[in-house]
């Protein structure tokens, strides 16, 4: 739910499950606002902000002052590996890399193999 520059991420459920699930080993895998359940507790709880994009329900941090929260759960091993995957999405579409880019970004990524796996 926080990007690698300490900013919001708006994530859907799996997405925001997996990364719960990643801070705290203790975090039950169940859905979170799967069917059947009248809302999603955290956004009950004001904790989080549901919002559409398309088809999509996104859940993103209800208040910025959350992102310095959760951002201290995250080690600064996991925030170097979660650069790597956000600058993979990023940059490695079909067209968008340029030599350059393409070196940096695998300097980057071969400094953060072991966390990727």
């Known amino acids: ?7 919001k991420a708006a994530l859907d ?4 499950v997996a990364e719960l699930a990643q801070i705290s080993p203790e975090f039950d895998r169940e859905p979170i606002c799967g069917p059947g359940r009248d809302a999603c507790a955290l956004v009950d709880a004001r904790l ?6 398309g088809e999509r329900s996104l859940f993103e941090p209800a208040h910025d002052r959350m992102v310095d929260v959760i951002r201290t759960w995250i080690s600064d ?4 590996a979660k650069a790597v995957r956000e600058l993979l999405r990023r940059e490695w579409t079909p067209g968008s890399v340029s030599s350059f880019s393409l070196r940096r970004s695998l300097r980057l990524i071969d400094e953060q193999r072991e966390a990727l796996r």
């Open 1 to 7: 739910m926080v990007t690698a520059q300490a900013t």
């Open 13 to 16: 459920e799996g997405e925001m």
């Open 48 to 53: 989080v902000r549901s919002l559409q994009q």
């Open 77 to 80: 091993e996991e925030m170097a």
